[in-house]
């Protein structure tokens, strides 16, 4: 029986969150990785694209030793659909949406505190249900991808590794 729930935080180890904050420094420095600024929904802010994409060992792994975790907690497998990493400059935000269209499962994990900033997910848009995130390193949110999100304006840099996964 698959154990999913629609909305849930859980924290994440002070290795995973060090290891992808040097992944996005070493990005941000490489000239080679192409990082965009201002794309898709996040404003004020660099976003890499899809980091499956460049099939990195150490990336894969770092992942995959999560995912194993989420398939035990939700007891079904998964595949790793989805991966990047973005960071808001002070003022940054990020539009509502969702990624119903692409995966099953989200993932926000913060990689460091954030003043503002706040992750604001729509849990029921016709009562208006809102459900708010205050960033805080080492916090993961899993979510159905289904529900609407977006970021308020961050007073704070404010770094974040969002996941997408689909059901087997």
């Not at 698959?2 to 994440?12: D, G, K, R, T």
């Not at 499956?52 to 035990?72: A, I």
Request: glycine share 6%; proline share 2%; net charge neutral.
């Amino acid at each position: 029986m698959i154990n999913l729930p629609a909305f849930c935080e859980f924290p994440v180890s002070n290795h995973f969150v060090d290891f992808f904050n040097r992944k996005l420094d070493f990005y941000k420095t490489n000239q080679n990785l192409f990082l965009e600024y201002n794309s898709g929904s996040t404003k004020e802010g660099i976003q890499t694209h899809n980091m499956l994409d460049w099939k990195e060992k150490d990336v894969l792994n770092e992942l995959n030793f999560l995912k194993l975790k989420l398939e035990n907690k939700c007891q079904t497998e998964l595949d790793l659909f989805w991966c990047d990493l973005i960071e808001y400059e002070k003022g940054g935000w990020q539009k509502s949406h969702c990624h119903s269209t692409n995966e099953d499962i989200s993932l926000v994990i913060y990689l460091n505190d954030c003043v503002g900033g706040e992750t604001y997910f729509i849990l029921n848009q016709q009562r208006d249900v809102i459900k708010e995130i205050k960033p805080e390193k080492g916090k993961c949110v899993m979510f159905l991808s289904s529900i609407r999100h977006g970021a308020k304006i961050a007073h704070t840099p404010k770094r974040v590794l969002v996941v997408g996964l689909r059901l087997k």
